[in-house]
């Protein structure tokens, strides 16, 4: 089962030599990082979204680690704000920072400055909906574009501490190029926002195979520990799970794609039979998960979910309104 009991904000050690920095409820903002600390080296798995809260992370590892008062490596798993703002915290300022070129490229495309340029020019629903995410819950000034210093394609294979740090570069997904981080001494995998527990998944680009190949990656590690971008710990059960999850929207979105179910009416007969299911917060996200499904069975692999933000914001205000008065029976238990 996720490990519920320890989804609690702070910093849990998972390993002799690794740590998951929680940020319960794992909504937009608040992310899953992640230290590795060996041979007085220590590792960043991700930062948080804001300098004040990256520092918190910081603190608590340098309490719980003095040989990671000063961390010499961070590792990206993608571009998304949440995961990489926290770049710019002055405790990391002179960290080696490893991203693909993918996300390298985002970075450099939509800079601190742009991105708040661009949220604050934000209209109508657009505007609710960025309101609600960001809530008064973060500080985004003292943020400046900070490339990272080593850009890789693929993946690339680091040493902390004497211990092998391998970064595997996936496919498109939730973004165009997310990172999953093995440290197989420890049996430890961070795998970013690629998996969660309790919610529907948030396909953000048309490539559902993509992410069960991902998934059927980590699992050949057979590792202890899987550290997911939001929620609780995971283990190769809750994995496993979440694979047949996967599969099992896979598969009733193809059956109605086949059936010549326009888009829509699919995504509402998915959300009327979810069978076990049901229970998983974030049925709206399957409006935008369906969507990139039968892109996908259609062969148009330029969409994603993301590619009219502005549009995507206000469609998540409106679904956000709109699912738990038309499906109350998934929403009645939260």
Request: net charge negative.
């Amino acid at each position: 089962m996720p490990d519920w009991k320890r989804y609690s904000t702070g910093l849990h050690r998972v390993s002799d030599k690794c740590y998951a920095y929680m940020q319960p409820p794992g909504n937009w903002g608040l992310n899953n990082t992640a230290f590795f600390v060996s041979g007085g080296e220590a590792l960043m798995m991700d930062t948080g979204c804001d300098i004040r809260l990256t520092d918190r992370m910081l603190d608590a590892i340098g309490e719980a680690e003095p040989a990671a008062s000063r961390v010499g490596t961070v590792v990206l798993t993608h571009w998304h704000v949440d995961h990489v703002h926290g770049i710019n915290a002055p405790r990391l300022r002179g960290s080696r920072v490893h991203a693909s070129r993918i996300c390298a490229n985002w970075m450099a495309n939509l800079p601190p400055r742009r991105w708040l340029e661009a949220i604050g020019s934000l209209e109508g629903d657009a505007r609710r909906q960025i309101e609600y995410l960001l809530g008064n819950k973060f500080d985004f000034t003292g943020l400046d574009y900070i490339p990272p210093t080593d850009v890789f394609e693929g993946g690339t294979e680091l040493e902390v501490g004497g211990c092998k740090v391998s970064v595997i570069e996936g496919k498109p997904c939730h973004t165009r190029s997310d990172n999953i981080v093995h440290i197989p001494e420890e049996g430890v995998v961070h795998g970013g926002d690629l998996v969660s527990a309790g919610r529907h998944v948030g396909l953000q680009y048309p490539f559902m195979e993509n992410l069960l190949e991902l998934v059927d990656l980590m699992l050949s590690w057979d590792a202890q520990v899987y550290i997911p971008g939001h929620g609780p710990l995971l283990d190769a059960r809750d994995l496993r799970d979440i694979r047949t999850y996967l599969q099992f929207m896979q598969s009733e979105a193809r059956r109605r794609y086949d059936a010549g179910i326009p888009v829509a009416a699919a995504t509402e007969d998915i959300l009327r039979n979810l069978g076990p299911y049901k229970g998983l917060r974030g049925a709206e996200n399957l409006f935008f998960t369906i969507k990139m499904l039968f892109c996908e069975f259609a062969g148009d692999t330029t969409d994603h979910v993301r590619r009219d933000y502005p549009g995507y914001l206000a469609k998540q205000w409106e679904l956000r309104k709109s699912v738990p008065r038309k499906f109350p029976e998934l929403f009645a238990q939260f």
